[in-house]
């Protein structure tokens, strides 16, 4: 009898497969990933896949079950064992694997969990997510006899990292928050091999997240970081999510750098061994980050918002490095292209013992942008869609000046605001960026406008303003 099976309606996203575990989620999910992913790379004549997993309490029983699919569509698993994602994705390029999976649920909470994919080394999402389920529920999936084999890469993955080391000798005094994340054990052995002070904060790894969130985003998971940094006078605190495919850093000062000025940083660096180069960013990016890669010299591209789409954009335009907002950083400069938030630490650090001054004046010495947080607001599957080709029809009537990359992203003397569609969540957001107080009431106004002209009402703007 032909295997089958259907997975609850709100597990197959656009860049992974999550779910809450126990409601959503189960290990029989995990085998028929197991079988439809196994289908899916043996159609492209494809055998071996590399399978890693988190921290997380369910992640032992959700690998062995996607493990078994696996073996029965007829793959070679490669088992990497409990480690971050992307040291998962430096296996299956070490390896040179058809495909990859990870469990992991990234920095949701903590009883919820996922799978991360590539297939030939390249992003997996969208439409072929969205294929494992049409395989599995009608049972045209593979069958072979497969078999499983365990690897160790930890060493590798450190080594190969420390390899990249280009900041000399400098003693940096740095704090690193594994936030109890996937990281912890690699993490300890990267940090014993770079020169300087490392403290960790919360290097057990540990499911249930009992110090705070993984999410570096959120800057009230960063106050153990944050007091750490001050007490100790540290150069600079590293910070990463649930399985370190994103970073967060505050300066020798504790404030928060966030993602797009992380990215000046780099891209400067970059830019002086690939002159001329583009470098990615998405539209949630601050307008100061185009203008300084341009004005170093670099090509700026603004795309769409999604790690899965960044990456393939930077294979698409040959770029050498990339970032989003949300801490995601890409090196292709040197590295492989993938997501990795502790390779992007290593190179990060590189670039702060090579400076002269401190993070701080690097951060002060940046065009002042007053900006929104990031806005999410509940706005329905369907509806959200339609809203934002109403908005967008209004702004082209009006001549308005208009970047549709993603959503609308749009530009006035004042700055600029931007309003897109979630792929993730039934949710619309938003975000405004000016160089004045008075500039960013204005945009605020603005995207109301457009807002209310489709039915809904703006997001609460209250305390909604940051400098940065």
């Not at 439809?36 to 988190?54: K, L, P, S, W």
């Not at 990234?106 to 969208?126: T, V």
């Not at 489709?454 to 303003?465: Q, T």
């Amino acid at each position: 009898m032909a295997f089958t099976h259907s997975f609850h309606p709100s597990v197959l996203r656009e860049y992974d497969i999550r779910g809450i575990v126990g409601r959503t989620l189960h290990p029989a999910d995990a085998y028929a990933i197991g079988r439809g992913f196994a289908t899916m790379v043996a159609e492209d004549g494809g055998r071996t896949v590399a399978v890693g997993y988190d921290g997380r309490l369910s992640s032992p029983d959700l690998e062995p079950q996607l493990v078994a699919g696996l073996i029965a569509g007829g793959m070679e698993v490669l088992r990497v064992g409990r480690g971050p994602t992307p040291m998962l994705y430096y296996a299956s390029c070490l390896h040179e694997t058809d495909g990859a999976v990870m469990v992991t649920g990234s920095h949701n909470p903590p009883d919820h969990n996922g799978f991360k994919f590539m297939l030939h080394r390249k992003p997996f999402y969208g439409t072929q997510i969205q294929r494992i389920g049409q395989l599995v529920g009608s049972g045209e999936v593979s069958e072979g006899g497969g078999f499983a084999r365990d690897v160790d890469v930890a060493a590798d993955y450190v080594a190969r990292m420390l390899q990249d080391w280009d900041g000399g000798g400098r003693a940096l005094n740095v704090v690193w928050d594994n936030g109890n994340g996937a990281a912890g054990e690699v993490l300890q052995r990267l940090v014993a091999g770079l020169p300087g002070t490392h403290t960790l904060l919360y290097p057990e790894i540990d499911g249930r997240f009992p110090n705070h969130h993984p999410d570096p985003t959120v800057p009230k998971n960063l106050i153990d970081l944050i007091a750490e940094v001050r007490r100790s006078g540290a150069d600079l605190g590293v910070a990463f999510d649930g399985d370190a495919d994103r970073l967060g850093v505050v300066d020798d000062t504790g404030e928060i750098l966030f993602g797009d000025q992380m990215l000046v940083l780099l891209a400067r660096d970059v830019l002086h061994t690939h002159p001329g180069a583009t470098i990615i960013a998405d539209v949630k990016a601050s307008q100061v980050l185009f203008d300084e890669v341009a004005r170093a010299g670099g090509v700026p591209l603004m795309w769409k918002t999604g790690h899965s789409l960044v990456k393939a954009k930077m294979a698409e335009v040959g770029c050498p490095l990339a970032g989003e907002m949300s801490g995601h950083i890409f090196f292709a400069d040197h590295w492989f292209g993938f997501d990795d938030g502790l390779y992007a630490a290593v190179r990060l650090l590189g670039v702060v013992a090579r400076m002269a001054g401190r993070l701080s004046a690097f951060r002060a010495a940046l065009p002042v942008a007053i900006n929104t947080p990031e806005l999410r607001f509940p706005c329905d599957d369907v509806r959200k869609f339609a809203v934002m080709t109403e908005v967008a029809a209004r702004l082209r009537e009006a001549g308005a000046d208009v970047s549709d990359v993603d959503g609308v992203r749009v530009r006035t003397a004042d700055g600029w605001w931007l309003l897109r569609a979630s792929n993730t969540q039934a949710v619309l957001v938003a975000r405004c960026e000016s160089d004045s107080a008075d500039g960013l009431e204005r945009l605020k106004a603005a995207l109301a406008v457009q807002l209310e002209a489709s039915g809904l009402a703006a997001p609460d703007f209250s305390g909604a303003a940051e400098g940065h």
